[in-house]
């Protein structure tokens, strides 16, 4: 199972919106509702930002948002803050397996 | 509150086996499916095993026949079983819980394995 694919790095000034894109195929991103994205800072605990494509866990601001289309998911980060500055990584349910995961992306607050 | 605390990393050599342990509290492991993930040096997340509610369990193409996860109940910990490790292994191993359908709530903060002479 290849990893989805994500931009390497995705850079926004503080009050600016950024989206992440997130490219599968019809087995995984494009065939179930399934995608989460995570945040993860290095040396800590990756933390769920958003499941089953749209929904977002008790607690987790509601500037992030998520969508998709066809075989392409999306993390919308709106209102950016530094704290946001982390690598991001989505996921998808698949054909062949529980999980697969996105190549990463690197978010930089200018 | 949720915690998932994993240890037994180290240095091992190429074709030695290492265990894996983690300690879950707040849950019982068995009420949700657990899974192993890692992460190499400057790389991405990439997923190992699953063991489901009923004891099923299921692994990445990379590491089938060589590793397998379990838990033991009564302790409520999670297990990974490495054998036949390969320098390509070398990565942290996060333990995690299974959320809502296909996504992972929480996460430990992992363990480093390194493979090498």
């Known amino acids: 199972q290849s990893a989805l694919t994500q931009p390497a790095s995705v850079s926004g000034s503080p009050g600016q919106s950024i989206t992440i894109s997130c490219t599968g195929t019809?087995?995984?991103?494009?065939?179930?509702?399934?995608v989460s994205w995570y945040q993860h800072y290095p040396g800590k605990a990756p933390k769920l930002m958003i499941y089953?494509?749209?929904n977002r866990p008790s607690g987790v601001s509601n500037r992030f948002s998520g969508s998709k289309s066809g075989n392409t998911a999306s993390l919308t980060i709106s209102g950016l803050q530094a704290e946001d500055e982390a690598d991001y990584y989505c996921?998808?349910?698949?054909?062949?397996?529980?999980?697969?995961f996105g190549t990463g992306t690197k978010v930089t607050v200018l | 509150e949720v915690q998932l605390v994993e240890s037994g990393g180290g240095l091992i050599q190429p074709g030695g086996s290492l265990r894996l342990s983690c300690v879950a509290s707040g849950f019982t492991v068995s009420s949700n499916y657990m899974t192993w993930v890692r992460q190499a040096p400057g790389k991405g997340l990439e997923w190992v095993s699953v063991i489901y509610r009923g004891g099923n369990t299921q692994d990445a193409d990379s590491v089938k026949g060589r590793f397998t996860i379990s838990r033991d109940n009564s302790k409520n910990t999670l297990y990974l079983q490495m054998n036949s490790l390969r320098a390509e292994d070398t990565a942290v191993y996060y333990c995690a819980r299974g959320g809502s359908a296909w996504s992972v709530d929480y996460w430990g903060q992992g363990t480093l394995v390194t493979v090498s002479s």
């Open positions: 089953d494509v749209t």
């Open positions: 019809s087995s995984d991103v494009g065939g179930y509702n399934y």
């Open positions: 996921s998808s349910y698949t054909s062949g397996s529980p999980f697969v």
